[in-house]
């Protein structure tokens, strides 16, 4: 075990610690976000309710979890009852509610909020809004009158302002600073009978949990027969089948799986990055073209041959005349010598002096100095220059 691996452990041991003590440290954060959903067990969910709702409707109740349009498209009921309980139901499943009631069903909706086409059949027309911090919910039936629930805890003060002449008020919203308003009716609606009440808090953990308040919500609901119960129940919880449902489900275990993820990243990242391999330089290509032609030069000169180097250098001088020059070189008499001068400026004399040296180099049987090599070299060039 290197140096740097340790390093990295310590880290990665002493930030799992500071984690640690921050999380058994950690005070529980209360949620008092108003979610109604019956797999909730914070303060305005319907946890309880859900446990204790089979022993209000003796158990006779049966949980549909589709919306009524879809649960009324495939199946055919008798008249029965239906509850709803704040779900955001679609204009098609509220519509299929008051079919069901028209037949002779009756239905408690207990929903602060309610489609304008749907209540105006019910028989009201809106709801009035509250800001007082505190009221107390009381039905008016006299036999009822010692049952009541006070809201202390983010009550949504609603109540109907208008209510048509053949509505019954079964409950009303008292508040010490304004007059009572109802919150509670009953509505005849075909061959069955509507219930609305506007005010879902009550049945949350919160208020069932404190003594007492349980005979209200038994009292509401006394209203339904003992015919069969539909409750349309809307749950935000989605059941995973993620593999680690049950590591992501409890905090604990999720927080130290994302620690440990993190951990692992960083250790793959600074070790990757110690051990990468060098990257080689590459270094560019050479042109070689000039060594070979000094190592051929130096290779005849130590062999001494000026003749062959003569008939070399001769006969690319007269290639580069005829591709470039276009001055035909079979014979190497008087009209070649004009045209060579003619195209190239040099004088007579220079170029008579290059033509004798071509044609020394071209006799197999000439004898060559070296001198003579360096002066038809020189004047080779200069022509052609």
């Known amino acids: ?69 879809d649960y009324y498209s495939r199946y055919k009921k008798d008249p029965h009852n239906i509850l709803v309980i704040e779900s955001d139901l679609d204009t098609e499943s509220w519509n299929k509610i008051l079919d069901q009631v028209s037949k002779g069903s009756d239905a408690m909706l207990i929903v602060s909020r309610m489609p304008k086409e749907i209540s105006d059949s019910i028989g009201y027309y809106d709801s009035n809004i509250s800001f007082e911090e505190q009221n107390v919910l009381k039905l008016t039936d006299r036999k009822y009158q010692n049952d009541f629930i006070k809201l202390d805890k983010f009550p949504s003060g609603r109540g109907f302002t208008y209510i048509k002449p053949e509505v019954e008020i079964l409950g009303k919203t008292v508040e010490k600073n304004n007059e009572d308003q109802a919150n509670f009716i009953k509505a005849k609606f075909g ?15 919160y208020y069932l949990l404190k003594t007492g308040n349980v005979k209200y919500a038994q009292d509401v609901f006394s209203y339904l027969d003992g015919k069969e119960t539909l409750w349309f129940v809307e749950s935000n919880t989605k059941v995973s089948n993620f593999f680690m449902r049950f590591i992501l489900s409890k905090p604990a275990l999720k927080y130290a799986w994302w620690v440990l993820l993190g951990g692992l990243a960083l250790f793959v990242f600074f070790n990757a990055k110690r051990k990468q391999r ?35 250098k001769a006969q690319y001088f007269l290639n580069r005349v005829r591709m470039d020059l276009l001055i035909d070189t079979q014979h190497l008499d008087e009209e070649f010598v004009k045209k060579l001068h003619l195209k190239t400026g040099k004088t007579v004399e220079m170029i008579n002096e290059a033509v004798n040296l071509i044609k020394k180099a071209q006799d197999p049987y000439a004898s060559v100095m070296k001198e003579d090599l360096g002066r038809m070299n020189n004047l080779l060039d200069e022509i052609l220059k």
């Open 1 to 69: 075990m290197n140096k740097t691996f340790k390093i990295y452990a310590a880290i990665f041991i002493i930030i799992m610690v500071i984690m640690a003590l921050l999380e058994v440290n950690k005070k529980e954060v209360t949620d008092w976000r108003k979610n109604f959903d019956v797999n909730e067990k914070s303060p305005f969910g319907l946890f309880i309710f859900n446990e204790e709702i089979k022993h209000l409707f003796n158990n006779n109740l049966k949980k549909i979890d589709q919306s009524p349009y």
């Open 191 to 205: 061959k069955g009978t509507i219930y609305v009440h506007c005010e879902p808090l009550f049945l949350t953990n």
């Open 278 to 312: 060098i990257v080689p330089i590459m270094e560019p290509l050479k042109n070689t073209s000039v060594d070979f032609v000094k190592s051929i030069g130096n290779l005849y000169l130590q062999e001494g041959d000026f003749h062959d180097m003569m008939a070399k």
